[in-house]
């Protein structure tokens, strides 16, 4: 079937190389997880999981039991952490499908031990990540209320701390300040860990600031005073995208910046070319009223597939390699683009609304400042009705 013209392209050799750059920059024995959560960051988890998985990824990380059973479809081998955690009645389908979940409510840990012990699981046998909450006040186990989530960790239960797991919640500020405090808090909780007699594998910090950052030696380090080893957890470098940061970009991040490829390409076409003349009123309200005669493309793409209601009157997209304002108000389908200045554009060509044309470049970044956001949103907003294609 035909479709209406509005897409994503995903180039999955480019997903595939960030993957290995990631890899690249990552301490010797440190393990990179693959962030494939809301859909890989909307760029579609059917196209990207298994393209990390090709580049050697050997976790990828989901944000819940859904997403997780989707992602082992995908992926039959590869490790799967539902970072989110599970919810009641999920512990059965986590375990059947060798799924691993993050936890840190009791109730999380009396909801996959009573599936492990349904289903006779050997004492040790199911892995979990232990989140502590070493300063976010999200997620985790209080460094205090941990000696009691501990307790229960005996030689007899199903469940096993494989990992340790915390969010740094501040690694884009350039002085690490915040960092280090979470890593002091996070030394004291590993104490209180080693104090229970119990050994777990693996520490998980960073995502991709700290990754770009060039903090993955230090982390391993860290892990490896306390007999662990280090695991990342990028998502957006994955899908090439750096995160900003404040108040300065350190020269790491600056490099790392360049050598990451943008996977995901974001297009229509124009439905067709109407001239009006000035004083003629465009979209809703008149928000914009032509200043001369003019000349308007009519795109089949509003904010019902993502396209911020704000970008109206203040973004331009690229046809024929060229910028052309967005006039008027977004509609829920619908945009209208100002190619007075442009030659030639008529029904059927492409626009670009994220990604590059000849030699212009829209970015999600661009997106998310004109729109007053952040490229994580941008992405994961893009609709759940504009096709993903592989390309
Ligand atoms: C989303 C997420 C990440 C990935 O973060 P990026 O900044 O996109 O690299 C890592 N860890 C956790 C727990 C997350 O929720």
Redesign the pocket.
């Known amino acids: 079937m035909t479709m209406r013209p509005c897409w994503v392209e995903i180039a999955t050799q480019s997903l595939e190389d960030n993957y290995r750059f990631l890899l690249s920059i990552a301490a010797g024995d440190a393990e990179v997880l693959a962030?494939v959560?809301a859909d890989a960051y909307g760029h579609s988890l059917s196209l990207c999981a298994p393209a990390a998985v090709r580049a050697g990824a050997r976790w990828l990380?989901v944000t819940s039991v859904e997403e997780a059973v989707e992602a082992r479809a995908l992926c039959p081998q590869a490790r799967i952490l539902i970072?989110s955690g599970c919810f009641p009645g999920e512990g059965a389908a986590a375990l059947q499908r060798r799924l691993t979940a993050v936890a840190w409510e009791p109730w999380q840990l009396d909801e996959l031990e009573a599936a492990a012990r349904s289903v006779g699981a050997q004492p040790g046998s199911v892995p979990i990540h232990l989140e502590i909450d070493t300063g976010m006040s999200r997620q985790g186990v209080s460094p205090d209320g941990l000696p009691a989530a501990l307790a229960r960790f005996t030689a007899e239960n199903p469940l096993r701390i494989e990992g340790v797991l915390t969010?740094l919640y501040a690694a884009d500020e350039t002085d690490g300040r915040a960092t280090q405090e979470q890593l002091a808090c996070l030394d004291e909780a590993l104490i209180r860990i080693a104090a229970a007699g119990l050994q777990p594998e693996w520490l998980s910090a960073g995502?991709?600031?700290t990754l770009l950052n060039g903090e993955a030696a230090a982390l391993a380090n860290f892990a490896r005073r306390w007999a662990m080893k280090a695991m990342l957890?990028?998502?957006?470098?994955l899908y090439g995208v750096a995160?900003k940061f404040e108040p300065n970009e350190p020269s790491a991040v600056a490099a790392a910046r360049q050598r990451l490829k943008p996977v995901l390409t974001w297009k229509t076409r124009v439905v067709g070319v109407r001239a009006v003349p000035a004083g003629a009123v465009v979209g809703y309200n008149g928000a914009f009223v032509a200043t001369e005669p003019m000349r308007l493309a009519l795109l089949p793409v509003g904010y019902a597939d993502g396209l911020d209601r704000r970008l109206g009157n203040r973004f331009s997209l690229l046809v024929r390699g060229q910028r052309a304002p967005l006039v008027g108000r977004i509609s829920m389908d619908l945009a209208v683009l100002d190619v007075t200045e442009i030659d030639g554009v008529r029904a059927g060509d492409e626009v670009v609304i994220l990604g590059s044309q000849g030699a212009e470049t829209i970015s999600a970044s661009d997106h998310a400042d004109a729109a007053g956001t952040i490229p994580?949103e941008v992405f994961t907003r893009i609709g759940a009705r504009v096709r993903r294609v592989a390309v």
């Open positions: 962030t959560k990380g970072m969010h995502a991709s600031a957890r990028p998502g957006l470098s995160p994580w």
